[in-house]
């Protein structure tokens, strides 16, 4: 088995999958996504920034092509700043576009026969959980007695926490979601998690199965900083940044703002970055307006790729991601590695990146605005906790976890010939 690094791998490397007929030697991989993409008119398959082609190739080192199921949309035209996801060895298995648990709902039986039609008889099948994708096909995999590994990418209980999601489904999701998966990891062949220990307690696999844990970051040389922020003095302002998704809330870009406004009231001078974009956008600018922040809240929109967004990290002084749900923030490690303080909540594996110091509670805008204003107060502890960042995040350099990865798809594998 070779290791071939993502930056390496291009569109002319490998065969596409659908060219690929199984044979005795050769093993494709179906994978569950719960990100949405645009189809354009040619054919082609895109992204708007996440889970894009190089994301997936990580699955070509034990596996001969990727068919990747998720829910596809067609537009007019390839979108200006788009990522492609197909190519050489990866292709994408389209499922009708639906939103929310009622377009599920209403949809489930053209959804779950889209998703068994994706799946050939050879195949290796990855589940990647929590979410309505992996649903379309457990029931089947139980069902033929067919192995499948796991990916725990997060938790569903917190994700559907009060004030994480806009549904009047929400207490119905947070009791059904949670007790799927933790069949699906009892009934899974093979398991990773993103946490080294969290996720795992709450979902645990089958005590005989190959299981480890890999964040699905990858870190290269180039995202790290040569070395962690000092602050030698209080900065004017203290520039703050927050990195997440606007499509829901919870990543609480909400209570930021109003944490953020209060600390401005102890007479901190203070600018906020929100990178991030989605349905939600416009109701949080408008929340920056009524807390009379709006000229110091920046909201940068969609970022294309992690340059720019290494940039504005570069410029900032403090990352804040005070969620309300997480598996493991790959955004928070990104800033541990250009050498950041962090302050993080205390859900899904934040405590395994973050001291206690360092967090608060989930949806508490009081203690968050608290937390920011005794640590931009104290230059010194900004410096102590830039160093402390900057060396845990060597723990998820690409090649670290690699190792582990590889070890998961080679379980899978042999799972899935046997």
């Given at each position: 088995?070779?290791?071939v690094a993502?930056?390496e791998?291009?569109y002319?490397?490998r065969?596409n999958i659908?060219q690929?007929?199984?044979?005795?030697?050769?093993?494709?991989?179906?994978?569950?996504s719960?990100?949405r993409?645009?189809?354009?008119?040619?054919?082609?398959?895109?992204?708007?920034?996440k889970?894009?082609?190089i994301?997936?190739?990580?699955?070509?080192d034990?596996?001969?092509?990727?068919?990747?199921?998720?829910?596809?949309r067609d537009?007019p035209?390839?979108p200006?700043?788009?990522?492609?996801?197909?190519?050489?060895?990866?292709s994408v298995?389209?499922?009708?576009?639906?939103?929310g648990p009622?377009g599920?709902?209403l949809?489930?039986?053209?959804l779950?026969?889209?998703?068994?039609a994706?799946v050939?008889?050879g195949?290796?099948?990855?589940?990647r959980?929590?979410?309505?994708?992996a649903l379309c096909?457990d029931?089947?995999?139980w069902?033929?007695?067919?192995?499948y590994?796991?990916?725990?990418?997060?938790d569903?209980?917190e994700?559907?926490?009060?004030?994480?999601?806009?549904?009047?489904?929400?207490?119905?999701?947070r009791?059904?979601?949670?007790?799927?998966?933790?069949?699906?990891?009892?009934?899974?062949?093979?398991?990773?998690y993103?946490?080294?220990?969290?996720?795992q307690?709450?979902?645990p696999?089958?005590?005989?199965?190959f299981?480890?844990?890999?964040?699905?970051?990858?870190?290269?040389?180039a995202?790290?900083?040569d070395?962690p922020k000092?602050f030698?003095?209080?900065?004017?302002p203290?520039?703050?940044?927050?990195?997440?998704t606007l499509a829901?809330?919870?990543?609480?870009?909400?209570?930021?703002l109003?944490?953020f406004?209060?600390a401005v009231?102890e007479?901190?001078?203070?600018?906020l970055?929100i990178?991030g974009?989605?349905?939600h956008?416009a109701?949080l600018?408008n929340?920056a307006a009524?807390?009379?922040?709006?000229?110091?809240?920046?909201?940068?929109g969609?970022?294309?790729?992690f340059?720019a967004?290494k940039?504005e990290l570069?410029?900032?002084?403090?990352f804040?991601?005070?969620?309300h749900?997480?598996g493991?923030?790959?955004?928070?490690?990104?800033?541990m590695?250009?050498?950041?303080?962090?302050?993080?909540s205390t859900?899904g594996?934040?405590?395994e990146l973050?001291?206690?110091?360092?967090m608060?509670?989930?949806?508490n805008?009081?203690?968050?605005?608290?937390k920011i204003?005794?640590v931009v107060?104290?230059?010194a502890?900004?410096t102590r906790?830039?160093?402390?960042?900057?060396?845990?995040?060597r723990?998820y350099?690409?090649d670290r976890l690699r190792t582990?990865?590889?070890a998961?798809?080679?379980?899978?594998?042999?799972?899935?010939?046997?």
């Open positions: 088995m070779t290791l993502a930056s791998r291009n002319d490397s065969p659908e690929q007929p199984h044979t005795e030697n050769r093993l494709n991989i179906c994978v569950t719960q990100h993409y645009m189809r354009s008119p040619d054919g082609a398959v895109w992204t708007d920034g889970y894009d082609y994301f997936w190739t990580r699955y070509l034990e596996f001969d092509g990727v068919r990747v199921i998720a829910r596809v537009v035209t390839s200006a700043n788009g990522k492609r996801v197909d190519g050489a060895g990866i298995a389209p499922l009708p576009f639906v939103r009622l599920y709902l949809n489930a039986r053209k779950s026969a889209a998703a068994r994706a050939q008889s195949d290796a099948v990855m589940l959980v929590p979410g309505e994708i096909l029931t089947w995999m069902k033929t007695i067919r192995p590994g796991v990916e725990v990418v997060g569903p209980y994700l559907y926490a009060p004030g994480s999601v806009k549904s009047v489904f929400r207490p119905l999701l009791a059904f979601y949670p007790w799927r998966m933790r069949q699906e990891c009892a009934a899974a062949a093979t398991a990773s993103v946490t080294e220990s969290t996720l307690k709450s979902y696999p089958a005590s005989a199965i299981h480890t844990h890999y964040s699905s970051i990858e870190l290269d040389d995202a790290y900083a070395s000092r030698d003095a209080a900065g004017s203290t520039r703050l940044v927050f990195v997440g829901q809330l919870y990543k609480a870009p909400d209570t930021l109003r944490a406004a209060l009231a007479k901190l001078d203070l600018t970055t990178i974009d989605g349905q956008r109701e600018e929340l009524r807390l009379n922040i709006a000229p110091r809240v920046r909201f940068a969609q970022l294309a790729g340059s967004v940039a570069d410029t900032a002084d403090l804040v991601l005070a969620s749900q997480e493991l923030p790959r955004a928070t490690i990104e800033a590695a250009r050498g950041l303080p962090c302050i993080g859900v594996g934040t405590p973050l001291p206690p110091e360092d608060v509670s989930p949806g805008e009081r203690a968050l605005a608290n204003t005794e107060r104290d230059p502890r900004m906790m830039a160093e402390r960042n900057f060396l845990k995040s723990e350099h690409q582990r990865r590889a998961h798809y080679a379980a899978l594998k042999k799972a899935t010939q046997r």
